[in-house]
Nanobody, 126 residues
């Protein structure tokens, strides 16, 4: 079972990036990916990991941290086993390593997620 997060990079404040989280492996084969909720988390240097957004398996319910609400959009394409995080109006304080994680039901608690991607770095310059 693997989750791979990619799409990070360097962007100026006010810019946009789209992160992707691709799932592969036996647990995600066929239609089972739609059984997993996916969350995005981030960790800035010297700070604790924080939850950013989450989406349920069918993509009907989405949740956002107050710090990104209105600027970030989480979505998924279960046919591609992929979850996206569209980030707009980026701020320097959004600079962090972004991780995606999956579990059976949606939660904002990182410790409850079963599968994690390796992270992708987002740097927002002022």
């Amino acid at each position: 079972v693997q989750l791979q997060a990619f799409g990070g990079g360097l962007v100026q404040a006010g810019g946009s990036l789209r992160l992707s989280c691709a799932a592969s492996g036996r647990a995600f084969s066929g239609h089972t990916f739609s059984s997993y909720a996916v969350g995005w988390f981030r960790q800035a240097p010297g700070k604790e990991r924080e939850w950013v957004a989450a989406i349920n398996g069918r993509g009907i319910n989405t949740y956002y941290a107050d710090s990104v609400k209105g600027r970030f959009t989480i979505s998924r394409d279960n046919a591609k086993n992929t979850v996206y995080l569209q980030m707009s109006s980026l701020k320097p304080e959004d600079t962090a390593i972004y991780y995606c994680a999956a579990r059976g039901s949606i939660t904002v608690v990182s410790a409850k997620y079963d599968y994690w991607g390796q992270g992708t770095l987002v740097t927002v310059s002022s």
